[in-house]
């Protein structure tokens, strides 16, 4: 089956620098990647996803890219700030009867964003 | 427009009862999709309902059951607690357009079993 692998685990930047977060999968068919941001006591929020067909997606401050060959995809903010200190999840899902499987998480990264 | 709501918000039970756990999707979703999320890992896959039957399952026991109702909301429902069984719940809601289905997480159901 689909494994997800996250990393790095914790990440630490300085308010203003960009993060990257990078993430592979094994199975070929998976075809949707989205990106959670959970924060404490809540449940995951979608912030962005992309589809197989396309390469690169980006709204605002936050950017996605997929290289299906080597099968990775990874996450990337842009001027960060406090309110982004949060743990972001990756996953990963695939044409099911017709309709999106369902999805395969990576083990999460928890950012910290310093004043 | 209200999101994925669960109830209740925390739980204690204790080992060997039962709990029973709710979800009301999204306004417009069809389909429920449910979650178990241990401390310091990522959300597992548990199972899916659409059009009141199970569509997928995940690689849990079958202690693990649900339902969904005509009006798209599900229960979850766990037999026979294990401390293991101690997690965040979650349910998403989702709803396919033009092959594509996005999932919308509501806020979980913080289940602990001593």
């Known amino acids: 089956g689909e494994n997800v692998e996250q990393h790095p685990s914790t990440l630490s930047v300085q308010e203003g620098d960009s993060a990257v977060i990078k993430c592979t999968y094994s199975?070929?068919?998976?075809?949707?990647f989205p990106w959670y941001k959970q924060e404490l006591g809540k449940g995951p929020q979608l912030i962005i996803d992309?589809?197989?067909?396309?390469g690169e997606k980006k709204d605002q401050r936050i950017a996605v890219t997929l290289n299906k060959t080597a099968k990775h995809f990874s996450l990337h903010i842009t001027e960060t700030q406090p309110e982004d200190s949060a743990v972001y999840f990756c996953?990963?899902?695939?044409?099911?009867?017709?309709?999106?499987?369902?999805?395969?998480f990576g083990k999460g990264t928890k950012l910290s964003v310093k004043p | 427009d209200a999101g994925v709501t669960q109830s209740p918000t925390h739980l204690i039970k204790t080992r060997g009862q039962q709990v029973t756990l709710r979800c009301s999707p999204k306004?417009?979703?069809?389909?429920v999709s449910w979650y178990q999320q241990a401390l310091g890992q990522g959300p597992q896959f548990i199972f899916q309902?659409?059009?009141?039957?199970?569509?997928q399952r995940g690689n849990f026991p079958d202690r693990f059951s649900g339902h969904q109702f005509p009006n798209y909301s599900s229960e979850l429902n766990v037999n026979a607690l294990l401390l293991g069984d101690s997690a965040l719940y979650l349910c998403?809601?989702?709803?396919?357009?033009?092959?594509?289905?996005?999932?919308?997480f509501g806020p979980g159901t913080r289940l602990l079993v001593l």
């Open positions: 992309i589809r197989s067909n396309v």
């Open positions: 998403a809601s989702s709803f396919l357009l033009q092959g594509s289905e996005t999932q919308y």
């Open positions: 996953a990963a899902s695939w044409n099911y009867g017709g309709s999106q499987g369902n999805l395969i």
């Open positions: 309902y659409y059009e009141e039957e199970e569509r």
């Open positions: 306004s417009g979703h069809d389909t």
């Open positions: 199975d070929s068919a998976s075809n949707y």
